[in-house]
């Protein structure tokens, strides 16, 4: 005789499952290097990249949710209507504890969303583990440059023209086809991650630079509030702010550097050369 399918089970067992793989990837993602390091280096996991695991962490996440529904209204409605109604009249007489449960939660939120002990500390922590993982040898010119094109990385950043970076590229026995291809994508079909194929392109430049000089001296400020950098610089953070509101950003004392540009669609670098050069 066939056993019968016990559907409180099976969404038990799923959900379960479905937290720790939720957990797991959290952690992964707290610590990962940036997108940026990510990408550039090809950073892998037990064989999941960034973009993997934070796949897996929001697959899972939809997934813990829909079964959270359909365990609660399909299977224990009636239970939780009762323990709800129930427990509702009990938390009305117990006034104290439910005052102090709604002030630890607004207490939370507001500590996270103004960015305040200890949960400043946890941020920070978060953000000095991810920016560990990078080292100067591995540094990209600029976040993702991975999507440049050759044409792209000539024109902004190479002391070589694109058809001059094309025939090195393909001298050295890789495979690359036109200018217009992405340091990604030749890097994919040569089996190389972003960062060793342009290891191999730097050497050969006619100076061996790039062209963001400031770049090094600029390194670490994409964490720092416009507060923090005009203390760096000697300068009042309002005059900074009307820099870039004039180059149509706007921005607040607490905004960070890194957040500013992403809102603006451009690099920490650009806004620090904006700040540091436009008077």
Not at 24 to 33: D, E, H, M, R, T
Not at 95 to 112: A, C, H, M, N, P
Not at 147 to 173: C, F, H, P, R, W
Not at 239 to 251: E, P, Q, R, V
Request: hydrophobic share 45%; proline share 3%.
């Amino acid at each position: 005789m066939e056993k019968k399918f016990f559907w409180k089970s099976f969404v038990s067992f799923s959900l379960a499952w479905s937290f720790l793989i939720i957990l797991i990837s959290g952690i992964v993602l707290y610590i990962a290097p940036p997108g940026r390091v990510a990408n550039w280096t090809d950073w892998t996991l037990v064989g999941f990249s960034k973009s993997g695991w934070q796949a897996i962490h929001t697959i899972f996440s939809y997934t813990f949710v829909i079964l959270s529904v359909f365990h609660l209204f399909t299977l224990n409605w009636k239970i939780f209507w009762h323990y709800f109604t129930s427990k509702a009249v009990t938390g009305l007489n117990r006034q104290k504890e439910l005052l102090v449960s709604v002030i630890l939660i607004i207490f939370v939120f507001t500590g996270t969303y103004f960015n305040i002990q200890p949960f400043k500390a946890v941020i920070d922590f978060g953000e000095w583990t991810t920016e560990s993982w990078e080292t100067k040898d591995e540094q990209a010119p600029v976040p993702h440059a991975e999507t440049l094109t050759i044409k792209e990385l000539s024109a902004k950043y190479v002391q070589m023209s694109a058809d001059s970076i094309l025939l090195l590229v393909n001298q050295k026995g890789l495979k690359a086809d036109s200018v217009g291809q992405t340091i990604l994508e030749i890097s994919e079909l040569n089996n190389l991650t972003p960062a060793k194929l342009y290891s191999i392109i730097i050497p050969n430049s006619s100076d061996g630079s790039i062209k963001t000089e400031n770049k090094s001296q600029f390194q670490g400020f994409g964490r720092k509030t416009m507060d923090e950098v005009a203390k760096e610089f000697g300068k009042d953070v309002n005059t900074l702010i009307g820099i870039l509101k004039k180059n149509g950003i706007d921005a607040n004392p607490t905004d960070k550097l890194k957040d500013l540009a992403e809102s603006a669609g451009k690099t920490p670098l650009e806004i620090m050369e904006l700040i540091k050069y436009d008077n």
